[in-house]
């Protein structure tokens, strides 16, 4: 998938909100792809590595990478990743 409806201007500064995180989830084993921008402007990801199979990774979606990701483009709606399991509770 690609993201059709931003320019590379657009797709730069989502690689560089989300460098901003990216330590982080290294740290864990564990690493984001983005796999496309909506025309409703969800960034939607794939997470890799341990992130993928993390019972946390909703919680680290949620808290940590689309918040970084939404205060610095704030014409982004929403973050989801497409390969989240949901989580038991």
């Known amino acids: 998938m690609a993201a059709t409806n931003v320019d590379q201007d657009f797709m730069l500064r989502i690689e560089s909100a989300l460098d901003q995180i990216r330590p982080y989830l290294e740290a864990d084993g564990g690493n984001v792809k983005v ?26 979606l949620k808290a940590g990478v689309e918040q970084s990701v939404l205060k610095a483009i704030p014409e982004i709606r929403a973050v989801e990743a497409v390969n989240v399991a949901p989580s038991a509770v």
Do not use: N
């Open 35 to 60: 796999l496309e921008v909506t025309d409703e402007m969800v960034l939607k990801l794939e997470l890799l590595g341990a992130c993928g199979s993390c019972p946390m990774s909703t919680m680290t």
